[in-house]
């Protein structure tokens, strides 16, 4: 069965490969599954269509068959478990990569989210200046465990998995800030995923429906 993803039809990252859709693309072209993008507009996410697959009316979604997913872990998670090739077959070595998939959606990147909100949204308020150093330290405690913990191997826990996939594509995500910077072994693991095959062809998917909107949009 053909696999559907949904995707923005304008993606506000600016096609540097940080839209939730790219996690999954990355993750299907990891496992050597084909898959087809169907694009939605802002307004599109709303309506009851898309809604009836995603309550929250956000991207992306993943269809297959009778099946409809939403939540970008949740999607990548089925696509390790139904494909080879992001989960180990150890039963033990499977469950840490799965755990290091959590621990990049509910411990690292809560604080990375918020350091964007205070960067992007809230630059222009009166107390602004005092609480971001109070993110971005939060930030950093993040890293300096993440950091500890990662020492001077190349993967989170042996070979690569879904747990590194997901823990780089949320890092990404701190580029921007030069914070990644300061970790050296970190901004390694992100150079090491991004140097990956198939996530050169899930940024590439996600950067080319992003200049295709800019040229339809001129």
């Known amino acids: 069965m053909t696999v559907i993803i949904t995707a923005f039809e304008r993606s506000p990252d600016g096609g540097r490969g940080l839209a939730r859709d790219t996690r999954v693309r990355w993750a299907l072209e990891e496992v050597g599954q084909p898959y087809e993008v169907r694009l939605v507009s802002f307004r599109a996410m709303k309506q009851p269509a898309h809604l009836a697959l995603h309550p929250f009316g956000q991207i992306p979604t993943y269809e297959e068959g009778d099946l409809a997913l939403f939540e970008t872990g949740a999607i990548v998670l089925h696509i390790a478990e139904r494909h080879a090739g992001l989960l180990p077959d150890d039963a033990d070595a499977r469950a840490r990569a799965i755990t290091w998939m959590f621990a990049a959606l509910n411990t690292v990147e809560p ?3 918020e350091l964007a909100t205070a960067t992007l949204l809230e630059s222009d308020k009166p107390w602004s200046k005092e609480r971001l ?3 971005e330290d939060r930030v950093r ?3 300096k465990q993440l950091s500890a913990r990662l020492g ?3 993967w989170l826990d042996g070979g690569f998995s879904v747990g590194d996939l997901m823990m780089v594509s949320v890092l990404l995500r701190l580029r921007s800030s030069g914070i990644l910077d300061e970790y050296p072994n970190l901004a390694a693991l992100v150079a090491r995923g991004e140097a990956r095959p198939a996530y050169k062809r899930a940024f590439a998917a ?8 800019e040229r339809q949009a001129d």
């Open 141 to 143: 405690d993040r890293l």
């Open 111 to 113: 604080p990375i989210l």
């Open 133 to 135: 150093p109070l993110v």
């Open 206 to 213: 996600q950067l080319a429906v992003y200049t295709a909107s």
């Open 152 to 154: 001077n191997a190349d």
